[in-house]
């Protein structure tokens, strides 16, 4: 018997070590960089400056938007799952939303460290470019309730409006959670018929859905499935929270009170928004327990 060293291979061709893919792809397969299309989404990346950091900058802006869709897939998912009444499944799904949630908030701090110096450097050439226009984002704002149709108008003339519009006249998330309460006797129905036909508005609201959610605390033994699926709604909410938040430090750290890039109100805007909770009725109840 002989060892190629140079292959890795002993005597019939098995690999014994070094690379596996010394001799090339096997028939059938795909190579990885073909698969995950690696030479475009690594070709995405033009620096308008000779700053140093704005590659960083560039690229975290683009991991973020990936996060974006993936957690829009993951909980437009767990929605469709609500919908069909598989609550364990959807529990699954949240859970691994959950995860895409945190490496998410991690990505702040790639931008937190950035100087005001160092920003400076190249916020000139971002030009109008914000990331309030993100039409990743605004979708997952619509995918949880948080609808108002106002917020669609920044994306008119741009190839996401439709997307963004689509969103708003979705279910959200919290709809199908709503309704699920409805099948299970805990809310009634509304006389509108707005469960059935997802309007694009926020979600219903009223001292009733308050008062189911009430239920389900007082008997998770009974209502099990829905005391975990509340509990996996208020991880989604408060990861969102806390996200906001750390976009406002983030944004203070670098830019202190000034405005933000394409000429958004910048801290005091988002000292606004850091405030408001997806859910509401999932955080007041606490209060009624």
């Given amino acids: 018997m002989t060892v190629d060293e140079g292959a890795g291979e002993v005597g019939g061709g098995r690999p014994t070590g070094g690379c596996p893919f010394g001799g090339g792809s096997a028939p059938g397969t795909t190579p990885y960089a073909s698969y995950a299309r690696m030479d475009e989404l690594l070709a995405l990346q033009h620096p308008l400056s000779t700053a140093d950091t704005e590659p960083g900058f560039i690229i975290m802006s683009q991991v973020k938007e990936l996060l974006f869709k ?3 897939t993951e909980l437009s998912t767990a929605r469709d799952q609500l919908a069909k009444d598989l609550v364990d499944e959807a529990l699954w799904t949240l859970r691994r939303s959950a995860r895409v949630q945190q490496v998410l908030l991690v990505s702040w ?8 110096v160092e920003f400076a450097e190249f916020r000139d050439v971002l030009g109008s470019a914000s990331g309030f226009q993100s039409v990743g984002y605004r979708r997952l704002e619509f995918l949880l309730g948080n609808k108002n149709p106002a917020m669609a108008s920044p994306h008119r003339g741009t190839a996401g409006y439709d997307a963004v519009v689509g969103q708003l006249g979705e279910p959200s998330l919290y709809d199908a959670a709503l309704e699920l309460l409805v099948r299970r006797g805990l809310l009634a129905a509304p006389e ?6 997802g309007a694009a508005e926020p979600y219903r609201v009223g001292a009733e859905v308050e ?7 007082r008997d998770p033994v009974r209502h099990r499935d829905l ?4 509990e996996a709604l208020m991880d989604t909410a408060e990861q969102f929270a806390r996200w906001r938040y750390t976009h406002l430090l983030t944004v203070q750290r670098v ?3 000034k405005p933000g890039t394409g000429g958004t109100e910048g801290v005091a805007w988002l000292a606004g928004i850091s405030g408001h909770r997806f859910f509401p009725e999932l955080w007041s109840v606490r209060a009624a327990l």
């Fill in 211 to 217: 008062e189911a959610w009430r239920a389900v605390y």
């Fill in 109 to 116: 701090d790639t931008f937190s460290v950035l100087s005001p």
């Fill in 227 to 230: 005391h975990l699926l509340a």
């Fill in 255 to 257: 830019l202190g009170a």
């Fill in 192 to 197: 509108d018929g707005r469960s059935e036909k």
């Fill in 70 to 72: 993936l957690l829009h």
